[in-house]
């Protein structure tokens, strides 16, 4: 019966090695990876993020990524040979039980040169907490792997010269920074996966806020939906049990704040679209929210047949004059070949403030914007809550009623960042763009372009290839 019992036993211990070493197969394969994950391995930014909600698949991303480049077989960047780079842990106990485990998993024993430990036996790595993995890669040289724990303090992340850095969950801002500065000689890169349990911190604004339109950062959202390798059963179980506020975090990987956000209904994946031509015929208006020390913030709007809006430029910036802003946006609208009113000036709307004078001049903001080529009307509708529930229902319509060319990075930026305070009224903060939106879509003329039979069936393959393009169903678009 022992004999028995061995035998059964080195079978098991022989299929459980050969499942091992076929795991990073298995993935590279497609049976084990899903489409956001492939997304992440196929960018090629500097600054790549993973927001995930738990078992979403986004810690599978690291450590496949990792043992990529450790091995020198990366099937979408570049590869080096004998590279060096650091998997970033918040404490070595969750490297042991997370990124390490991962890594063990994903790594075929035979690439292993030498395991050298912090704690445990090399016999048994699994159950203890690892230093540095030495790896064999395609060059015929090693790859070295290393281990770091964010309690470590900001001195242990000195002096070394590394090729990448994964983040397993997020780190302090200052260890960031000191792994930044630990890639540059190299060019070398950093990707993190984690989920947002920390509220509004430095990664929602460096990497959240400034994300995709950067063009180093990068990042995506993944939840329980996308991993087609969670049991749907189990998922509607899960999401019966948690909070409204808890599913934001766990399942979606969502970034919270206690009020929430005044603009959920914006998708970036459905909202934001690549900058493409757009007939003359449909320019509407420019919109502007003037500032000299804040922002001034200026977009170009467009109308469709149906009245689907397209923001399709962007001028943003502080701390100029008004002679540089009225330069900027008549340079935009002649690379638009935007329309012209009386006498040759460009039209646009602006906050009722910019018909003020003040003791410090005799003129007006508008007045000043008129003597340089551009008419502005102050007479805009700036009802802040009728205004808010306008904008929301732009973009809470399906199909979608407004697309932002992904060049208005900063418009993109303020909608993913404008949260409630107390009450109904929003905080008053990074909203130059939205009120300016919010201006447009309250006082944009009723009328829309003309139906003519040459440019109908333009618009419609216009709007038919975007839907496309977002994988939303064309047959609601009304002819």
């Known amino acids: 019966m022992n004999e028995i019992i061995e035998k059964i036993l080195k079978i098991e211990a022989i299929q459980r090695e050969r499942r091992r070493k ?22 090629l930014k500097r600054n790549r993020w993973v927001f995930g909600g ?45 990124a390490q485990a991962k890594i063990l998993r994903y790594l075929n024993p035979d690439w292993i ?29 090693v790859s070295r792997i290393g281990f770091k724990s964010c309690d470590q303090g900001r001195e242990k992340f000195q002096g070394a010269s590394l090729d990448y850095v994964w983040f397993d969950e997020e780190p302090p801002y200052e260890i960031y920074e000191e792994c930044r500065m630990r890639v540059m000689d190299k060019k070398g890169e950093i990707f993190g996966t984690m989920t947002p349990l920390k509220g509004l911190t430095w990664v929602y604004d460096e990497i959240y806020l400034n994300g995709r339109e950067s063009p180093e950062v990068w990042y995506i959202m993944m939840e329980w939906a996308d991993n087609p390798f969670l049991d749907p059963d189990e998922i509607k ?15 979606y990987g969502r970034f919270r704040h206690n009020e929430g956000l005044v603009y959920p209904e914006f998708d970036p994946n459905i909202h934001v679209v690549d900058p493409f031509l757009l007939p003359r015929e449909w320019q509407s208006n420019i919109s502007i929210d003037p500032g000299l020390n804040n922002p001034l913030s ?11 809006i397209y923001v399709a430029a962007e001028h943003y910036e502080k701390g100029r004059d008004i002679d540089y802003h009225a330069q900027a946006i008549l340079k935009i609208a002649d690379d638009l070949g935007w329309k012209r009113g009386p006498g040759g000036m460009i039209e646009a709307l602006i906050d009722s403030a910019a018909g003020q004078r003040t003791l410090a001049s005799s003129k007006s903001v508008a ?26 229902a732009y973009f809470a319509a399906r199909p979608p009623r407004i ?32 009120d300016e939106l919010r201006y447009y879509l309250m006082t944009k003329p009723a009328n829309q372009p003309v139906k003519t039979n040459e440019l109908k069936p333009r618009h419609q393959r216009f709007l038919e290839e975007l839907l496309r393009k977002k994988r939303i169903n064309c047959s609601a678009i009304n002819n």
Not at 369 to 389: D, M, P, Q, S
């Open 237 to 251: 179980k899960m999401s019966e049990t948690l909070s409204p506020e808890s599913l934001e975090s766990r399942r």
């Open 54 to 98: 738990n078992r979403s698949g986004k810690t599978e991303c690291g450590a496949v990524e990792a043992i990529w480049i450790a091995r020198g077989c990366h099937p979408y960047r570049k590869n080096k040979p004998d590279t060096s780079g650091w998997v970033v842990s918040l404490t070595y106990e969750v490297q042991r039980d997370v």
């Open 22 to 43: 076929n795991t990073l197969a298995s993935y590279n394969s497609g049976d084990k990876v899903h489409l956001k994950q492939m997304e992440f391995h196929k960018c």
């Open 298 to 308: 200026c977009h170009f709007y467009y109308q469709d047949f149906d009245g689907n």
């Open 367 to 392: 007045e000043l914007f008129f003597e340089r080529g551009i008419a502005v009307n102050t007479r805009v509708n700036k009802e802040l809550f009728t205004g808010i529930a306008n904008v929301k």
């Open 403 to 434: 697309f932002i060319f992904r060049n208005c990075v900063n418009l993109i930026r303020e909608l993913k960042g404008y949260w409630w305070g107390s009450g109904d009224s929003p905080i008053k903060k990074d909203d130059h763009a939205l």
């Open 113 to 141: 040169e030498q395991v050298v430990m912090r704690e445990g036996s090399k016999s048994s790595p699994e159950s203890g907490v690892i230093d540095a993995i030495l790896i064999k890669n395609v060059f015929g040289g």
